[in-house]
């Protein structure tokens, strides 16, 4: 019995034209004839040409795919912006807040997003923040308390007509408390009063009582970025009042004379006047924003004379704040005051007819009207000075209609 | 060891300072809003610095002026350059007695937004100065 040799596991030879394979372990072959060599080149080539066909298209096909899901990506990034998000997710929540807030003033808004902002401050969570401000409220009050005790030891200064700017500085907050709560005065025109120099401001009266003169001051306090103080010619009547006298002295108001509306102009301050003076502000609810008389022109004389240019202002929304029914003149002579007006509050409600009515007000500067081409000696002209005061008083009432015609409120404006 | 070695160096760098803070909209907008007038007192080497925020665009001024500030801000140069850093907070510089305030305190979110407007500039500033 002959033993068997294992086939070696070799590969396939091709020497001849015949494929040799070996099967199992048998010493069988199968023979697979194949063409000649050159068919088998050509067979090569043109699966080599089938497979870079087949590589080609492959390549192509991917090409293809990527220009495909670029365009895709292109369309869906145009589509984002449109695409609403689902509820609650985080981008719907910014936009509810954008758009709530959207339903404020830009003031309030801006209020409320910067206290959001702040809240979420880590200084917020530290104590020493707290430690802080509670250092810090120790620190106003000992400095409040320092200047109590300089104030009773008269360790003081006030300038040549009296204006105290610690007094000032006191009672800002209470009259910033009215003029942007308690009236939300709107100003326009603002910029048309200088940042320094001498001005006349001539303005409108009414309101019984002149918070339409301190809430001018006000704005002007407030808002002028020279942070101007206004001083305010008054009325002769007003120094008779105690106490009061005292407060409009120390809060820079000046008694109306010709002389010290000359002196202050020269000196290069910012002067208001109210023309119509007791007859303005006490004007009743009929008469509302009608304005009357004003006076025989001092104010022009005075502008003539220091060649200041003058500066209309309507002030609307205080002749709403009493709503003055008549006026009683016995009573007034009586008590010695210059009128006695009987409102729907006062006197029925006794002091709480002082507490006014919170209307919304505007204040509108008009252009300046200049004075010093009009030379020197034009204060003596008599016919000027009553043009240039009925000049003066129509375009302040012409201010006041124009104004009232946009007003749809007058509480909310 | 001072920071700063004299008021001249202070000066150019908080000058400096307040250029780049001038130039981010965030703060501009937040200061011209708010229509304060701020003063910040540096102190050891002294120098004032006073924004006018009524001014469109708010105006920034060197030395003492006229204007009442509503919020007025005391603290020292080697204070403010560790607050600027971001190495003291705000709250720490409070209640150490290094940061003093006086004025609309209620206000002081402005501020709030001039630091925080400072400490992204403020590394550039020091390296411009060649301070360490």
Known sequence: MTERKPLKKSTIKMADSSLKIPLGNSEEVKTISIESKENLTMDSIEEQESVAEAKLSQEEHRRQLIEELDQLIENLRILQAEYPPPSNSSKQQSDQKEMRSNQFSPGMSLTVLQRMRNTINEDILDMDTWRGIWYMVNYSLESQRDLLRRRMAGDYQVDEWGYDEEVLQTVA??????????WRIQTNGMEKIPGEGRTLLVCNHSGQLPWDGAMLGTAIYNEHPNQRLVRTLLASWFPTLPFFSMMFTKLGQVLATEENGIRLLEQEQL??????????????????????????????????????????????????????????????????????????????????????????????????????????????????????????????????????????????? | MPVFNNTSQLQKTIERLFNLVGEDPEAIKVIE???????????????????????????VSYGSNSLKPDLEVETSADSLHYILLGEMPV??????????????????????????????????????????
């Open chain 1, 173 to 182: 907050p209470f009259f910033t408390f009215m003029y942007k709560t308690y």
């Open chain 1, 271 to 413: 002067v208001s006047v109210f023309p119509e003076g007791i007859k303005g502000v006490s004007k009743t609810y009929w008469d509302r924003y009608r304005l009357a008389r004003f006076g025989r022109g001092g104010f022009v004389r005075m502008a003539l004379k220091t060649s200041t240019p003058m500066i209309p202002v309507s002030i609307v929304g205080a002749e709403e704040t009493y709503i003055s029914l008549f006026k009683v003149p016995i009573i007034a002579k009586m008590i010695g005051f210059p009128f006695f007006p009987i409102s729907i509050t006062w006197p029925w409600t006794g002091p709480f007819g002082f507490v006014p009515i919170p209307t919304k007000w505007y204040i509108d500067f008009g252009d300046p009207i200049p004075t010093v081409e009009y030379g020197p000696g034009a204060e003596n002209n008599l016919v000027l000075v009553s043009q240039l005061t009925d000049q003066v008083r129509n375009v302040v009432q012409d201010m006041i209609w124009s104004r009232l015609v946009k007003r749809k409120s007058v509480i909310y404006g």
């Open chain 2, 33 to 59: 809003n708010s229509k304060l007038i701020l003063r910040l007192k540096i102190t050891s080497p002294a120098m004032e610095v006073n924004i006018n925020g009524r001014k469109s665009p708010p105006e």
């Open chain 2, 91 to 132: 709250g720490k510089a409070w209640s150490g007695g290094k940061l003093k305030a006086h004025g609309a305190i209620t206000k002081s979110f402005v501020l709030a937004t001039i630091f925080h407007s400072g400490q992204r500039f403020y590394p550039q500033v020091l390296k411009e100065m060649a301070i360490k």
